[in-house]
């Protein structure tokens, strides 16, 4: 069965630093990989997503993410965050569906 | 606009007292799928549907119910609701073969007292 796994619940980064969301996931075959955010009270945006091909995606808002096979993993990064990245952030796998991770949630320190 | 639409988008209601969710589509997607999202748990899909008259349990169909009368709607019923249904609902809908094709409605927030 596959499942993902978000092993960070919060993490709060200042301003201008950097962020890193951590996401690993199982699945037997070659997955379809996403991370999804989530503002407060607002719905799921797709962040960025990864099929095939070059292993560093990129995505709106300045994100990328860069997936590892033999870490069967996908983290999230941006390189300086803004208060406005503030959010939950999902990690998610499709492989006969989509599952989604438990989330990380992000503050944004002044 | 291309859209998943959920109503309503806030609700509170009492133990037992059946409700209905309504999720419509406009874009002639034929998969649509209902999540309820739990702080620490993520997204957990309850039903999904491949296409009408076709629905199917996803990971936590317990107390809930679906129908899929007309292609663009896809309503949620609980027919007797409990506390532990108090969640985060969303609606999605995509394109036949492209369940990463996702399109998310806004969200129902659901209290149940």
């Known amino acids: 069965a596959q499942s993902v796994t978000q092993p960070d619940i919060h993490i709060t980064v200042s301003e201008g630093a950097s962020l890193e969301l951590r996401c690993n996931y199982s699945?037997?075959?070659?997955?379809?990989l996403f991370w999804y955010v989530q503002s407060p009270g607002q719905g799921l945006q797709l962040l960025l997503k990864?099929?095939?091909?070059?292993?560093l995606v990129q995505g709106i808002k300045g994100f990328e993410a860069e997936f590892k096979r033999s870490q069967s993993s996908f983290n999230l990064r941006k390189p300086s965050v803004h208060w406005s990245d503030a959010a939950e952030y999902f990690c998610a796998v499709v492989g006969n569906k989509l599952t989604f991770g438990g989330g990380t949630r992000v503050l944004v320190k002044p | 606009e291309a859209q998943v639409t959920q109503n309503p988008r806030y609700l509170i209601t009492v133990t037992g007292k059946k409700l209905t969710v309504t999720c419509s589509q406009n874009m002639n997607h034929e998969y649509m799928s209902w999540y309820r999202q739990d702080p620490g748990l993520g997204l957990r899909q309850i039903y999904y549907s491949m296409n009408v008259e076709v629905t199917d349990k996803g990971d936590v169909p317990e107390g809930y119910k679906v129908s899929r009368k007309e292609k663009r709607n896809f309503p949620l019923i609980l027919e007797s609701p409990s506390p532990n249904q108090t969640s985060l609902y969303f609606c999605?809908?995509?394109?036949?073969?492209?369940?990463?094709?996702?399109?998310f409605g806004s969200g129902t927030r659901l209290t149940v007292v």
């Open positions: 990864y099929f095939s091909g070059d292993t």
């Open positions: 999605a809908s995509s394109p036949p073969g492209t369940v990463h094709r996702y399109t």
């Open positions: 699945y037997g075959a070659t997955p379809y």
